[in-house]
């Protein structure tokens, strides 16, 4: 059948292939051969130890077995669902009012564009959301998260060029809870340069809002890179001492970036994969599939 002498295009297609453009059907699943799934696994940004864990996994009663690409494929699509599949959950969501969301990650990451992102895709939800431009550094950042409201059709509150982003989402609180929003989307900066500055930034956010609700922020979504490739897991180590981060969204799974990384997240983290940014359109935003995301990094 086709399927089993055409190699895959993605991580596979390389153990199949043979000098001279010739592949072979099988092969067996030997120490040479895992080493090399390893390798390409590597490759892919999953990690020394997630690679290993699932190569091992896949080989576990296997090994001296002829497989076919498909075979392969499918054994290691399974390995990487049943990592996948726990981490896999949309943004919670309570019935608080207003709910509310910290949006962390470094300059670049790509959280203003999540921002405009998520607000539209509530709003067409029915949800009513207000925005919090709390990077106050950055003059174009709350730009273009005003460009980002616009396009949602989502109010964006914002403060003088350096002025306190704590007070501004004070103020965000007040006119939120004023307006019966469900939801306030408050970005932060993402100056790694200075850690303790942000921390302490970050901290005195949360102890504002938590003056007018004790129980929030609801949720802190980091937002990660995914062509930064093993980056991201210190980004998350760092984010960690600095917030409570309770999810994870991963942007620009759409360019080449190989997504093992998403694997090794999970498999260290398990923090909640909440969604993928896959373009720079407000609806490239898509829940995260274990499976579809599984079989497209094994190709
Ligand atoms: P911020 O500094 O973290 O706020 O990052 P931005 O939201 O400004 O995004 C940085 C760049 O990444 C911009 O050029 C965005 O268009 C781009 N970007 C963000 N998310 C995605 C995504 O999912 N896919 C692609 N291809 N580009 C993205």
Known sequence: PPAESTPGRGLLGRLFARPGGATVVRRTLDDDMLEQLEELLIAADMGVDTALRVTANMAEGRMGRKLSTQEIKELLAQEITRIMEPVARPMPLYPK???????????????????????????????????????????????????????????????????????????????????GADLLLIDTAGRLQNRADLMEELAKIVRVIRKKDDTAPHNTLLVLDATTGQNAISQVETFQKLADVSGLVMTKLDGTAKGGILVSLADRFGLPIHAIGVGEQIDDLAPFDPQDFAAALTG
């Open 97 to 179: 009012r207003p709910q509310v969301v910290l949006v962390v990650g470094v300059n670049g990451s790509g959280k203003t564009t999540t921002i405009g992102k998520l607000a539209s895709q509530f709003k067409a939800a029915g949800k009513k959301v207000v925005i919090a431009a709390g990077d106050t550094f950055r003059a174009a950042a709350v730009e273009q998260l005003q460009v980002w409201g616009d396009r949602a059709g989502v109010p964006v509150l914002t403060a003088p060029e350096g002025s306190d982003p704590a007070s501004l989402a004070f103020d965000a609180m007040t006119r939120a809870q004023a307006d």
